[in-house]
């Protein structure tokens, strides 16, 4: 597979497939329900909700961090996680665009 040559598309088309990507695993979605329900999580009580091992759902955690989906903060020995509310204000914002789009198109596709 060639390369995605990032460079040809706006910033925010990068950024917005970056969280997306993150978002593309079941346990990440997971991990993200977990941490709505909670303002803030404490890594382990994340371990015990999921069907999956600690360093498997560290990798997860790191990923969604990395996408700037959640936000962590060292308290003592544990990493309390919660959702970066920023990020998904972002996100609602990309889909409303989209919906004021697609309402304004003839729906002659397909």
């Known amino acids: 597979m060639g390369a995605s040559k990032t460079e040809h598309y706006t910033e925010r088309q990068n950024r ?47 990923e969604l961090k990395n996408a700037g989906l959640i936000k962590g903060n060292i308290e003592g020995n544990a990493v309390c996680y919660c959702i970066n509310e920023k990020l998904l204000e972002e996100i609602q914002g990309y889909f409303a665009e989209v919906s004021v789009k697609l309402s304004k198109m003839e729906n002659n596709c397909c």
Request: with cysteine.
């Open 16 to 62: 917005i497939s970056t969280i997306f990507k993150a978002l593309g695993h079941p346990a990440r979605l997971a991990i993200m329900e977990v941490l709505m329900e909670v303002e803030s999580c404490i890594c382990g009580d994340i371990v015990s909700s999921l069907p999956l091992a600690q360093p498997t759902v560290s990798q997860h955690l790191k």
